[in-house]
């Protein structure tokens, strides 16, 4: 158990709907990551916030789009649902203090979205 | 920009045998290096990392990577596979991407394959 949890476990929906998904990172961790794996894209990073910040953007949609609370848990928002968006997301937090570098991410179990 | 090429996408050993998955990776910068390990319906769990200390790297259930800065590359090894080991597995780079952020760029996995 990395400590990072995420719900839904799985969200089933139909084209042209919105969703939101949601993580907690693990207690004390300032960084979320979102990801997005599918079969054909592989593991993506989406994007990143850091302390209700948003840090770095990677391949994520205009119709994506995700915040982080005070509280420091994270939301992602998936609008306009198409066909290929089906894949698992995850979520993993970090410390992310001056040695950066070498914090490794502690990953949550996913969500599986699966749009119809 | 760094990018991570894991040279097999399926490999398939005897129960028992040898353990070998092969990283080759790509970066501007000095970079810290991981492996993930994936299995089925769940999340990323780390195996091990590499942050300049040494550079045999000893993970988690036998595991062991070596950075070969000349050759680029971060090879997974084990010297004897057990059935539990049969899933997917990751190489990692993170690497400096710009206002105090690190980012994890993804190989596309190498799914393992234990035959009793």
């Known amino acids: 158990d990395s400590g990072v949890t995420q719900t839904p476990k799985h969200l089933i929906t139909a084209t042209g709907q919105r969703v939101t998904l949601r993580c907690s990172p693990r207690s004390g961790d300032l960084s979320v990551y979102w990801y997005q794996q599918s079969l054909d894209q592989g593991l993506q990073f989406l994007i990143q916030y850091y302390n209700g910040e948003e840090r770095a953007k990677g391949n994520i949609l205009e119709r994506f789009s995700a915040q982080q609370f005070p509280d420091l848990h994270s939301e992602l928002n998936l609008s306009s649902l198409e066909l290929g968006d089906s894949a698992l997301y995850f979520c993993?937090?970090?410390?992310?203090?001056?040695?950066?570098?070498?914090?490794?991410?502690?990953f949550g179990p996913g969500t599986r979205l699966t749009v119809l | 920009a760094q990018s991570v090429t894991q040279l097999d996408s399926h490999v398939s050993v005897s129960e028992g045998t040898p353990v070998l998955l092969r990283c080759n990776y790509s970066s501007s910068y000095s970079p810290s290096l991981f492996w993930y390990v994936q299995h089925p319906n769940k999340g990323l769990q780390l195996l091990l990392k590499?942050?300049?200390?040494?550079?045999l790297v000893k993970g988690i259930n036998g595991f062991e990577a070596e950075f070969k800065k000349s050759e680029t590359s971060f090879h997974l090894t084990k010297p004897s596979a057990h059935m539990s080991d049969a899933a997917e597995y990751f190489c990692v780079v993170s690497a400096y991407s710009g206002a105090g952020s690190y980012q994890l760029t993804f190989g596309k996995g190498t799914k393992l394959s234990v035959i009793p």
């Open positions: 590499y942050t300049s200390a040494a550079t």
């Open positions: 993993a937090s970090s410390p992310q203090g001056v040695a950066g570098l070498y914090n490794e991410q502690f």
